[in-house]
């Protein structure tokens, strides 16, 4: 059975940071593109970032660049993203995203806040 569980979600003021996390459990995650989307209230999911199956091959949204880092550890079979100086526009649900098998996590919400 495949699954995708996201942690980590909370809230945040901005600036802060949170850490989400991805266990994934069902499928081959070491052959697997991963990807992080998200969803803000009203909008459509857009695409933030994924990274090749051995971590060496990023890519960013121009909206998160630079403020956030996906990396994974194969062993674990967990996909990370760190989130830094977080906006208010970050707010969403962030799901987790197995690329070449077309698996979605249920998500996990991210608000930001004062």
């Known amino acids: 059975q495949v699954q995708l569980v996201e942690s980590g979600g909370g809230l945040a003021q901005p600036g802060g940071s949170l850490r989400l996390s991805c266990a994934a459990s069902?499928?081959?995650?070491?052959?697997?593109?991963m990807a992080w989307y998200r969803q803000a209230p009203g909008k459509e999911r857009e695409w933030v970032a994924h990274?090749?199956?051995?971590?060496?091959?990023?890519r960013y949204a121009d909206s998160v660049r630079g403020r956030f880092k996906i990396s994974r550890d194969n062993d674990q079979s967990t996909v990370y993203l760190q989130m830094d100086s977080l906006k208010s526009e970050d707010t969403g649900v962030y799901y987790c995203?197995?690329?070449?098998?077309?698996?979605w996590g249920r998500g996990t919400q991210v608000t930001v806040s004062s």
């Open positions: 995203n197995s690329v070449n098998a077309g698996y």
């Open positions: 990274l090749s199956t051995v971590g060496d091959i990023t």
């Open positions: 069902g499928f081959d995650f070491r052959r697997s593109v």
